[in-house]
């Protein structure tokens, strides 16, 4: 039996192993053995996982072999551009891959649902123009006022039956894990989009919502610094209260309302022309259109205010809670 397969023989049996595990068994060299994970790595038939000295390997789980369904190659290029899972032991699985994986794992049947998956993201692409989807329809059914001109998502937070979407992925495990990596490569794919928004309306200042949850890595403090924005910058505070209610865990659309008004703060003084306020996610909209409201009170803007989340809800008032 060849060593690669002896190695995942006794990843299977096992679950994981360290090099030096892996080397005392076979009975060679750990130079020997790093060489045979190195391929099995770049063939992506194992995982590692832990830094050094604490590195283990794992095999990927298995996936079901695409050999044996009915995908066209037009249905493969649109999962492999789409579809993204993390699965629950922190592996990435992309594309087609990642697809038949969540199919194995809830028991469907991966030709009939990477077609049902396609015409998902057809009827979502409905939404979308130019590369934004507009969330003004969802504010004027959630709000009896709308202080913002506009709202755009990069895109949905997660699509039903599908779950999360590639975007809400990253954005999930990039705010959660406060991996700079994950930070850098959600940031440089939204980047574009962000900057077009600024050409599109003319925005001469920009405020990012602040964060609730103390974390050693902000996600937002990150996207400003990164997207070097050759704007002005609005000052927007979020104030420490006796307790942080953070907005995700409330249920009611008022108690969101009341949330936003009472601890964002605008300090500004200074007047802008068309302002561009950034979060990262939009359940209901509370945040964003109660910020906008202080600034109109406060007649700081001349021009537009233009709102704009990472992602968003699909439907009119919706609790994104993860994020």
């Known amino acids: 039996m060849k060593t690669s397969e002896c190695i995942k023989q006794y990843l299977f049996k096992n679950q994981q192993a360290s090099g030096r595990e892996l080397a005392d068994y076979l009975g060679i060299t750990d130079r020997a053995v790093r060489k045979q994970l190195a391929s099995l790595l770049l063939e992506k038939q194992i995982t590692k996982k832990g830094r050094p ?11 079901i072999p695409l050999t044996s369904h009915n995908l066209n190659p037009k249905q493969i290029e649109i999962i492999d551009t789409n579809y993204l899972i993390i699965t629950p032991g922190g592996e990435r699985i992309e594309g087609v891959k990642g697809f038949a994986y969540w199919c194995a794992k809830t028991n469907q049947p991966l030709s009939k649902t990477a077609k049902d998956y396609v015409s998902a993201l057809a009827k979502y692409q409905r939404y979308r123009r130019h590369g934004l989807i507009s969330g003004m329809s969802k504010l004027k059914h959630t709000f009896g006022r709308v202080y913002l001109d506009e709202l755009y998502y990069l895109d949905f937070y997660s699509l039903e039956r599908f779950g999360k979407t590639r975007l809400g992925q990253l954005l999930l495990y990039a705010k959660q894990s406060q991996d700079k990596k994950l930070i850098s490569e959600l940031i440089g794919g939204i980047k574009k989009q962000i900057k077009a928004v600024i050409i599109k309306h003319r925005i001469t200042s920009v405020g990012f919502i602040p964060p609730t949850v103390k974390r050693q890595v902000q996600l937002m403090k990150e996207l400003e610094k990164k997207l070097h924005l050759n704007l002005r910058t609005i000052s927007l505070t979020k104030i420490k209260t006796t307790v942080i209610v953070p907005q995700k865990t409330l249920s009611k659309l008022a108690d969101r309302i009341e949330n936003a ?5 605008v300090e500004e003084k200074n007047q802008h022309n068309n302002l561009l306020l950034i979060d990262d996610a939009v359940g209901s909209g509370a945040t964003l259109n109660e910020t906008a409201a202080q600034i109109r009170a406060k007649k700081l803007v001349k021009g537009k205010i233009i709102g704009l989340a990472i992602t968003g809800s ?5 609790v994104i809670s993860e994020v």
């Not at 000295?53 to 298995?62: D, E, M, R, W």
């Not at 699909?314 to 919706?318: L, P």
Request: hydrophobic share 50%; charged share 20%.
């Open 53 to 63: 000295p604490k590195v283990f390997y794992q095999l990927i789980p298995a996936i």
């Open 261 to 265: 008004r009472q601890t964002i703060i």
């Open 314 to 318: 699909f439907k009119g008032f919706e």
